[in-house]
């Protein structure tokens, strides 16, 4: 039970393409969901903790299960330490882009998903209907030069006309090529917007909706034009199985394998991802829902973690250890997180040897509250050995 850094070291001379990954390469940095708890600028801490678990297991790749996979990012880099991936994430929009992004290149013919990529982006105004659809009709103005006092302002009328039309078109398009042209627009959706990473709210001008707020800020970002792109992929391959279910129930499933490394980012705070990105799972779905009504136009139903209460947080943690299976499990949680850290510490020595590795990094700056925080948020990993 120690606190330390990373000891893994690069070496230069190795043949081994894991021990020398490029994490400047495009895939792991780019065509990802705008998301709270994005482990990209992480990844170099990351990757350097992975290294020194595969030297521990004695092995060249790692059964994976990234049990919280979000966006994808970390679930990116693990990719290449194995020999089986699989991820798990509650959300519809998470098993989309998580089921496109981490596809084996060797499986896809490039040709024909750039021929249906094309094709979406030349009809993406090409519209059936006068009619507005869902999204322009609930969270864009009517005239984005002109935004009425209780209009939603999330994208631009443009914006939102495309999301529309392109959902509508994608229907048309077969599997496997459809999931990765809605998995482009989803991710294109989270970046294209008039807010600053979450769906709660959207950027005001003296209480009226306005494009990049009292400053109009990242207008560029906001405004583009939401075209679509062929995805990229990893260069490394292996059998990858993708899971939507509570990932406490999940790991109680004896028809998993016991996993060399399991890799744990749940959420730390009360707000639920449910909420903050419910935009992107009415854009996955494709269908009007129930909305609330109010600001955001948030969805009726969306997914409650036990991670977000308070209350019930630390024992879902403490079941959730007890009933994965692996050798290794590594745990992001930073030091604001609602489970106190001595409390953590004492689950943690219940299920084998620990360490603590840590780094600083910036807090999020788009939410509110910020009162009293500090800029910087210190990143703990937590690496269990576990007694199996």
């Known amino acids: 039970m120690k606190s330390t850094k990373p000891q893994a070291k690069l070496n230069l001379f190795s043949n081994d393409p894991i021990e020398n990954l490029d994490l400047k390469n495009a895939f792991f940095g780019s065509h990802l969901i705008t998301y709270i708890g994005n482990k990209r600028r992480l990844l170099p801490f990351l990757y350097k903790a992975f290294l020194d678990i595969r030297k521990k297991t004695g092995k060249d790749k790692l059964i994976i299960l990234d049990g919280f996979v979000g966006s994808g990012s ?39 998903l750039n021929e249906y990529i094309v094709w979406l982006n030349k009809n993406k105004l090409k519209l059936k209907s006068k009619k507005a659809g869902f999204i322009e009709k609930n969270y864009a103005p009517k005239k984005d030069n002109d935004v009425q006092e209780g209009e939603r302002v999330f994208y631009t009328n443009t914006n939102a006309k495309i999301i529309d039309n392109i959902r509508r078109l994608i229907e048309e398009i077969p599997e496997p090529y459809k999931n990765y042209c809605l998995a482009s627009l989803i991710v294109k959706s989270s970046v294209h917007n008039n807010t600053s990473g979450v769906f709660k709210g959207f950027h005001k001008k003296n209480g009226i909706g306005h494009f990049g707020g009292q400053g109009e800020n990242a207008l560029q970002r906001i405004k583009q034009e939401i075209s679509l792109d062929v995805p990229i992929f990893s260069d490394f391959e292996c059998p990858v199985y993708i899971h939507k279910r509570d990932t406490n129930e999940l790991v109680k499933d004896k028809k998993l394998p016991i996993f060399d490394l399991v890799y744990y980012d749940p959420p730390y705070n009360q707000h639920p991802y449910g909420s903050n990105y419910f935009m992107l799972n009415i854009i996955n779905e494709g269908k009007p829902r129930d909305i609330q009504d109010g600001v955001s136009g948030i969805s009726k139903e969306w997914n409650k973690s036990a991670y977000n209460k308070r209350n019930i947080a630390e024992k879902a943690m403490e079941n ?25 510490k004492s689950i943690l020595s219940k299920h084998g040897e620990w360490e603590l590795i840590d780094q600083d990094y910036n807090t999020y700056r788009g939410s509110r509250n910020l009162n009293g925080r500090s800029i910087k948020v210190k990143e703990l990993l937590w690496i269990l050995e576990k007694n199996i």
């Open 74 to 112: 970390t679930a990116r880099l693990l990719k290449a330490f194995a020999s089986e991936l699989h991820v798990n994430d509650l959300e519809d929009y998470s098993e989309t882009v998580n089921r496109a992004y981490l596809a084996n290149k060797s499986e896809i013919d490039f040709e024909k």
């Open 320 to 344: 959730l250890l007890e009933n994965t299976r692996a050798r290794f499990i590594a745990i992001s949680y930073n030091d604001e997180g609602i489970i106190p850290i001595d409390n953590f």
